[in-house]
Protein backbone atom coordinates (compact mmCIF):
# COMPACT_ATOMS: atom_id res chain seq x y z
CA UNK A 1 0.00 0.00 0.00
CA UNK A 2 1.53 3.46 -1.54
CA UNK A 3 0.62 6.23 1.16
CA UNK A 4 1.69 9.78 0.56
CA UNK A 5 0.97 12.23 3.31
CA UNK A 6 0.74 15.78 1.86
CA UNK A 7 1.38 18.35 4.26
CA UNK A 8 3.89 17.09 6.61
CA UNK A 9 3.85 19.81 9.66
CA UNK A 10 2.02 19.05 12.45
CA UNK A 11 -0.72 16.77 11.92
CA UNK A 12 0.44 15.39 8.73
CA UNK A 13 4.02 14.95 10.28
CA UNK A 14 2.80 12.78 13.12
CA UNK A 15 0.33 10.61 10.57
CA UNK A 16 3.46 10.35 8.50
CA UNK A 17 6.10 9.45 11.53
CA UNK A 18 3.72 6.46 13.31
CA UNK A 19 2.72 5.02 9.81
CA UNK A 20 6.37 4.66 9.18
CA UNK A 21 7.47 3.57 12.60
CA UNK A 22 4.89 1.04 12.63
CA UNK A 23 6.25 -0.46 9.22
CA UNK A 24 3.71 1.31 6.47
CA UNK A 25 6.06 2.92 3.75
CA UNK A 26 4.89 6.44 3.56
CA UNK A 27 6.30 9.77 1.60
CA UNK A 28 5.84 12.86 2.42
CA UNK A 29 5.45 16.29 0.98
CA UNK A 30 6.82 19.34 2.88
CA UNK A 31 8.58 22.56 2.06
CA UNK A 32 11.15 24.93 3.40
CA UNK A 33 13.18 24.26 6.28
CA UNK A 34 11.31 21.38 7.32
CA UNK A 35 11.37 19.36 3.97
CA UNK A 36 15.29 20.21 3.93
CA UNK A 37 15.72 18.61 7.83
CA UNK A 38 13.23 15.52 6.85
CA UNK A 39 15.71 15.19 3.77
CA UNK A 40 18.66 15.45 5.48
CA UNK A 41 17.88 13.94 9.27
CA UNK A 42 14.68 11.88 9.11
CA UNK A 43 11.19 12.77 10.72
CA UNK A 44 11.97 13.25 14.13
CA UNK A 45 8.82 11.97 16.57
CA UNK A 46 8.28 12.98 19.98
CA UNK A 47 5.81 11.60 22.27
CA UNK A 48 5.58 11.22 26.09
CA UNK A 49 9.10 11.98 27.06
CA UNK A 50 10.60 9.95 24.14
CA UNK A 51 12.19 11.08 20.80
CA UNK A 52 12.25 8.08 17.68
CA UNK A 53 13.22 9.46 14.25
CA UNK A 54 11.89 7.34 10.98
CA UNK A 55 13.07 7.53 7.47
CA UNK A 56 10.54 8.52 5.27
CA UNK A 57 10.58 9.85 1.41
CA UNK A 58 10.08 14.12 1.50
CA UNK A 59 9.60 16.06 -1.77
CA UNK A 60 8.39 19.52 -2.20
CA UNK A 61 6.49 17.74 -5.38
CA UNK A 62 4.09 15.20 -6.03
CA UNK A 63 6.01 14.32 -9.27
CA UNK A 64 8.76 12.82 -7.30
CA UNK A 65 6.51 9.82 -6.09
CA UNK A 66 3.88 9.49 -8.69
CA UNK A 67 0.22 7.74 -8.11
CA UNK A 68 -0.27 6.40 -4.89
CA UNK A 69 -2.90 4.35 -3.23
CA UNK A 70 -4.00 7.01 -0.33
CA UNK A 71 -3.12 10.50 0.06
CA UNK A 72 -3.57 11.81 2.90
CA UNK A 73 -4.10 16.20 2.56
CA UNK A 74 -2.85 17.70 5.78
CA UNK A 75 -3.23 21.20 4.92
CA UNK A 76 -5.02 24.27 6.15
CA UNK A 77 -8.18 24.10 3.82
CA UNK A 78 -7.10 27.49 2.51
CA UNK A 79 -3.89 26.34 1.08
CA UNK A 80 -5.20 23.25 -0.94
CA UNK A 81 -6.30 25.17 -4.77
CA UNK A 82 -2.93 26.37 -4.66
CA UNK A 83 -1.33 23.30 -4.11
CA UNK A 84 -3.37 21.55 -6.62
CA UNK A 85 -0.25 21.34 -9.09
CA UNK A 86 1.59 19.44 -6.61
CA UNK A 87 -0.89 17.46 -5.59
CA UNK A 88 -2.55 15.96 -8.88
CA UNK A 89 0.68 13.73 -9.34
CA UNK A 90 0.09 11.77 -6.75
CA UNK A 91 -3.69 10.91 -8.23
CA UNK A 92 -4.05 7.77 -10.42
CA UNK A 93 -7.12 6.33 -11.43
CA UNK A 94 -7.82 4.92 -8.01
CA UNK A 95 -6.35 7.00 -6.02
CA UNK A 96 -8.18 7.38 -2.96
CA UNK A 97 -8.06 11.30 -1.44
CA UNK A 98 -8.13 11.83 2.40
CA UNK A 99 -8.54 15.67 3.30
CA UNK A 100 -7.56 15.51 6.67
CA UNK A 101 -8.75 19.33 6.97
CA UNK A 102 -10.39 21.55 9.32
CA UNK A 103 -13.86 22.64 8.52
CA UNK A 104 -16.27 22.60 6.00
CA UNK A 105 -14.96 20.57 2.99
CA UNK A 106 -15.23 21.90 -0.53
CA UNK A 107 -17.76 18.61 -1.65
CA UNK A 108 -20.07 18.96 0.91
CA UNK A 109 -23.25 19.15 -0.45
CA UNK A 110 -22.09 17.24 -3.12
CA UNK A 111 -24.87 14.75 -3.12
CA UNK A 112 -26.14 16.06 -0.16
CA UNK A 113 -30.10 15.84 -0.41
CA UNK A 114 -32.75 18.62 0.66
CA UNK A 115 -32.95 22.47 -0.55
CA UNK A 116 -29.89 23.15 -0.01
CA UNK A 117 -28.13 20.00 -2.41
CA UNK A 118 -25.42 21.45 -4.86
CA UNK A 119 -24.61 24.17 -2.84
CA UNK A 120 -20.95 25.94 -4.21
CA UNK A 121 -19.60 26.90 -1.08
CA UNK A 122 -17.56 30.54 -2.35
CA UNK A 123 -15.56 30.98 0.73
CA UNK A 124 -14.29 27.12 0.51
CA UNK A 125 -13.61 27.02 -3.28
CA UNK A 126 -13.36 30.09 -4.95
CA UNK A 127 -14.55 29.51 -8.54
CA UNK A 128 -15.54 26.38 -8.04
CA UNK A 129 -11.64 24.65 -8.81
CA UNK A 130 -11.61 22.33 -6.16
CA UNK A 131 -15.05 20.81 -7.68
CA UNK A 132 -14.00 20.98 -11.32
CA UNK A 133 -10.21 18.98 -10.65
CA UNK A 134 -11.05 16.38 -7.84
CA UNK A 135 -13.69 13.70 -8.64
CA UNK A 136 -15.96 13.11 -5.38
CA UNK A 137 -15.95 8.88 -6.37
CA UNK A 138 -12.10 9.27 -4.87
CA UNK A 139 -12.64 11.17 -1.60
CA UNK A 140 -13.24 9.71 1.64
CA UNK A 141 -14.15 12.03 4.39
CA UNK A 142 -11.91 12.31 7.58
CA UNK A 143 -12.25 14.72 10.53
CA UNK A 144 -9.13 14.79 13.32
CA UNK A 145 -8.77 14.97 16.29
CA UNK A 146 -4.98 15.24 17.27
CA UNK A 147 -2.91 17.81 18.89
CA UNK A 148 0.68 18.40 17.77
CA UNK A 149 3.33 20.90 17.07
CA UNK A 150 6.15 21.80 14.96
CA UNK A 151 8.81 22.71 17.73
CA UNK A 152 11.61 22.96 15.15
CA UNK A 153 12.22 21.89 11.50
CA UNK A 154 11.95 18.19 11.02
CA UNK A 155 10.50 17.18 14.09
CA UNK A 156 7.36 16.48 15.18
CA UNK A 157 5.73 16.87 18.82
CA UNK A 158 2.37 14.74 19.86
CA UNK A 159 0.62 16.87 22.45
CA UNK A 160 -2.74 15.29 23.02
CA UNK A 161 -5.56 12.98 21.41
CA UNK A 162 -5.10 10.97 18.69
CA UNK A 163 -8.82 10.19 17.26
CA UNK A 164 -9.53 9.87 13.73
CA UNK A 165 -12.79 9.53 11.47
CA UNK A 166 -13.00 8.52 8.08
CA UNK A 167 -16.31 8.46 6.11
CA UNK A 168 -17.42 7.62 2.37
CA UNK A 169 -19.31 11.06 1.37
CA UNK A 170 -22.18 8.64 0.47
CA UNK A 171 -22.87 7.20 3.82
CA UNK A 172 -21.38 3.34 2.47
CA UNK A 173 -19.06 2.04 5.16
CA UNK A 174 -16.36 0.62 2.43
CA UNK A 175 -13.45 -1.25 1.89
CA UNK A 176 -11.16 1.22 1.19
CA UNK A 177 -12.06 3.16 4.22
CA UNK A 178 -12.10 0.31 6.25
CA UNK A 179 -8.81 -0.70 4.97
CA UNK A 180 -7.23 2.97 5.90
CA UNK A 181 -8.99 2.21 8.79
CA UNK A 182 -7.12 -0.61 9.67
CA UNK A 183 -3.88 0.98 8.78
CA UNK A 184 -4.35 4.40 10.99
CA UNK A 185 -5.12 1.78 14.36
CA UNK A 186 -1.88 0.00 13.50
CA UNK A 187 -0.10 2.94 13.85
CA UNK A 188 -1.96 3.60 17.05
CA UNK A 189 -4.49 6.25 16.48
CA UNK A 190 -8.03 5.41 17.68
CA UNK A 191 -9.59 5.24 14.15
CA UNK A 192 -12.94 4.86 13.29
CA UNK A 193 -15.08 4.44 10.16
CA UNK A 194 -18.67 6.47 10.16
CA UNK A 195 -21.77 6.55 8.08
CA UNK A 196 -22.39 9.96 8.17
CA UNK A 197 -19.35 11.68 8.07
CA UNK A 198 -20.81 15.43 7.41
CA UNK A 199 -22.05 15.13 11.72
CA UNK A 200 -18.89 14.30 12.67
CA UNK A 201 -17.70 17.06 10.24
CA UNK A 202 -20.38 19.58 11.66
CA UNK A 203 -19.69 18.36 14.86
CA UNK A 204 -16.30 19.10 15.02
CA UNK A 205 -17.32 22.70 13.65
CA UNK A 206 -19.39 23.80 16.79
CA UNK A 207 -15.94 24.41 18.71
CA UNK A 208 -13.26 25.61 15.93
CA UNK A 209 -15.74 28.32 14.21
CA UNK A 210 -15.89 30.56 16.99
CA UNK A 211 -13.30 29.44 19.28
CA UNK A 212 -10.30 30.34 16.54
CA UNK A 213 -11.49 33.58 15.60
CA UNK A 214 -11.89 34.68 19.19
CA UNK A 215 -8.60 33.18 20.04
CA UNK A 216 -6.67 34.80 16.55
CA UNK A 217 -8.18 38.16 17.83
CA UNK A 218 -7.49 38.15 21.29
CA UNK A 219 -4.25 36.33 21.33
CA UNK A 220 -5.37 34.07 24.71
CA UNK A 221 -4.81 30.58 25.23
CA UNK A 222 -7.34 28.23 25.73
CA UNK A 223 -7.55 28.13 29.78
CA UNK A 224 -8.01 32.08 29.57
CA UNK A 225 -10.87 32.19 27.00
CA UNK A 226 -12.74 29.54 29.43
CA UNK A 227 -12.43 31.22 32.54
CA UNK A 228 -13.54 34.57 31.37
CA UNK A 229 -17.60 34.64 31.65
CA UNK A 230 -17.95 37.32 28.68
CA UNK A 231 -15.68 35.49 26.33
CA UNK A 232 -17.44 32.17 27.33
CA UNK A 233 -20.65 33.86 26.84
CA UNK A 234 -19.86 34.82 23.40
CA UNK A 235 -18.02 31.51 22.56
CA UNK A 236 -21.77 29.23 23.90
CA UNK A 237 -23.32 32.33 21.59
CA UNK A 238 -21.52 31.54 18.47
CA UNK A 239 -21.71 27.83 19.04
CA UNK A 240 -25.69 27.06 19.32
CA UNK A 241 -25.54 29.50 15.91
CA UNK A 242 -23.81 26.56 14.57
CA UNK A 243 -25.98 23.94 16.33
CA UNK A 244 -28.61 25.60 14.78
CA UNK A 245 -27.62 25.68 11.27
CA UNK A 246 -26.57 21.93 11.34
CA UNK A 247 -29.94 21.00 13.04
CA UNK A 248 -31.42 22.62 10.11
CA UNK A 249 -29.27 20.77 7.43
CA UNK A 250 -30.81 17.36 8.99
CA UNK A 251 -27.53 16.96 10.46
CA UNK A 252 -26.72 14.64 13.89
CA UNK A 253 -25.61 16.53 16.87
CA UNK A 254 -23.35 14.70 19.36
CA UNK A 255 -23.26 17.59 22.25
CA UNK A 256 -24.51 20.60 23.59
CA UNK A 257 -22.36 24.26 23.57
CA UNK A 258 -21.23 23.75 26.89
CA UNK A 259 -20.64 20.17 26.65
CA UNK A 260 -18.39 21.19 23.76
CA UNK A 261 -16.97 24.09 25.36
CA UNK A 262 -15.99 21.82 28.65
CA UNK A 263 -13.82 19.78 26.25
CA UNK A 264 -11.35 21.66 26.05
CA UNK A 265 -10.75 22.56 30.17
CA UNK A 266 -8.57 19.64 30.22
CA UNK A 267 -5.76 20.29 27.15
CA UNK A 268 -5.05 23.57 29.51
CA UNK A 269 -2.88 26.93 28.23
CA UNK A 270 -2.49 25.29 24.87
CA UNK A 271 -2.60 28.33 21.78
CA UNK A 272 -5.31 26.82 19.19
CA UNK A 273 -4.82 26.42 15.34
CA UNK A 274 -5.23 30.07 14.06
CA UNK A 275 -3.75 31.52 17.31
CA UNK A 276 -0.55 29.87 16.06
CA UNK A 277 -0.78 30.81 12.75
CA UNK A 278 -1.34 34.43 13.63
CA UNK A 279 2.10 34.27 15.86
CA UNK A 280 3.89 33.14 12.89
CA UNK A 281 2.79 35.06 10.57
CA UNK A 282 0.73 32.11 8.72
CA UNK A 283 -2.79 32.90 6.44
CA UNK A 284 -5.58 32.37 8.60
CA UNK A 285 -8.10 29.82 7.97
CA UNK A 286 -10.97 31.53 8.54
CA UNK A 287 -12.87 30.50 5.18
CA UNK A 288 -14.02 26.89 5.98
CA UNK A 289 -14.22 27.36 9.94
CA UNK A 290 -16.18 30.43 10.33
CA UNK A 291 -17.08 32.33 7.02
CA UNK A 292 -18.75 29.48 5.17
CA UNK A 293 -21.21 28.49 8.71
CA UNK A 294 -22.60 32.37 8.04
CA UNK A 295 -23.32 31.14 4.09
CA UNK A 296 -24.86 28.18 4.48
CA UNK A 297 -26.72 29.85 7.56
CA UNK A 298 -27.84 32.71 5.38
CA UNK A 299 -29.28 29.95 2.79
CA UNK A 300 -30.67 27.89 5.10
CA UNK A 301 -32.90 30.77 6.61
CA UNK A 302 -31.05 30.62 10.21
CA UNK A 303 -29.95 33.49 11.98
CA UNK A 304 -26.48 34.17 12.52
CA UNK A 305 -25.56 37.34 13.63
CA UNK A 306 -22.71 36.14 16.62
CA UNK A 307 -21.10 34.41 13.64
CA UNK A 308 -21.82 36.98 11.03
CA UNK A 309 -19.63 39.26 13.32
CA UNK A 310 -16.66 36.88 14.07
CA UNK A 311 -16.67 36.67 10.37
CA UNK A 312 -15.90 40.22 9.47
CA UNK A 313 -13.33 41.08 12.27
CA UNK A 314 -11.12 37.48 11.29
CA UNK A 315 -11.64 38.37 7.73
CA UNK A 316 -10.33 42.02 8.42
CA UNK A 317 -7.57 40.56 10.39
CA UNK A 318 -6.68 37.94 8.24
CA UNK A 319 -6.51 40.74 5.75
CA UNK A 320 -3.81 43.30 7.94
CA UNK A 321 -1.57 40.28 8.78
CA UNK A 322 -1.62 39.54 4.88
CA UNK A 323 -1.14 43.10 3.67
CA UNK A 324 -4.05 42.49 1.20
CA UNK A 325 -6.61 45.05 0.73
CA UNK A 326 -10.32 44.17 0.48
CA UNK A 327 -11.88 43.70 -2.52
CA UNK A 328 -13.99 45.82 -3.47
Known sequence: M????????????????????????????????????????????????HERVVQVEASADGQAFGPQDYVIV???????????????????????????????????????????????????????????????????????????RVPEPGVVEHMGREDIELGEPDGTLSARAERLRACLGSAGFACRTSADIRSAIWNKLIGNAGLNPVAALTHATLDRIL??????????????????????????????????????????????????????????????????VVQIGERAGVPVPMLRALAALIRLRAQQLERVEPVA
Not at 21 to 44: D, F, K, N, W, Y
Not at 89 to 113: D, I, S
Open 2 to 49: KICVFGAGAIGGLIAARLAASGTPVSVIARGAHLQAIQQRGLMWRERG
Open 74 to 148: ALKSNALPGALPALEPLLGEHTVLVPAMNGVPWWFFNGFGGTLAGMQLDDVDPQARLGARIDIARVVGCVIYLSA
Open 227 to 292: DDPGVRTLLLTAMDEVIAVGAALGLQIRQSSRERLEMGRSLGAVEVSMLQDVRHGRPLEYEALCAV
